[in-house]
């Protein structure tokens, strides 16, 4: 059905431990998603550890943090937006059922 497709993604490095416990776990590859959603949690949980489990403290905590995971580093900017590595985008084709990735022309 989607034979031809042409879609934007991201270049994103993710630390092949967690692909490979990902793999285990749930038996399929880890979308980048999934990365950051571990990463949003585990920066969560630590800043939890350090402040106390109070809401307004973990918000206070995390902007005094940095955290490096799976899929980067997260930090907060003093305004509060999120400050990370800008991944660089790419396309994929879809074509008769295989993902390919379109490269420039030389």
Do not use: T, W
Not at 62 to 69: A, F, I, P, Q, T
């Amino acid at each position: 059905i989607a034979n031809g497709l042409v879609y934007l993604d991201f270049e994103q490095p993710v630390d092949k431990q967690f692909v490979n416990r990902y793999r285990a776990r749930f038996g399929s590859e880890p979308s980048l998603m999934s990365a950051k959603a571990y990463d949003a949690v585990r920066f969560i949980a630590r800043a939890a550890e350090r402040c106390g489990a109070d809401a307004v403290q973990i918000r206070k905590c995390l902007g005094s943090m940095r955290h490096d995971g799976v899929s980067g580093r997260i930090a907060f900017r003093e305004d509060g937006s999120v400050e990370e590595a800008r991944p660089e985008p790419y396309l994929v084709h879809i074509r008769n059922g295989r993902l390919e990735r379109l490269r420039a022309p030389e």
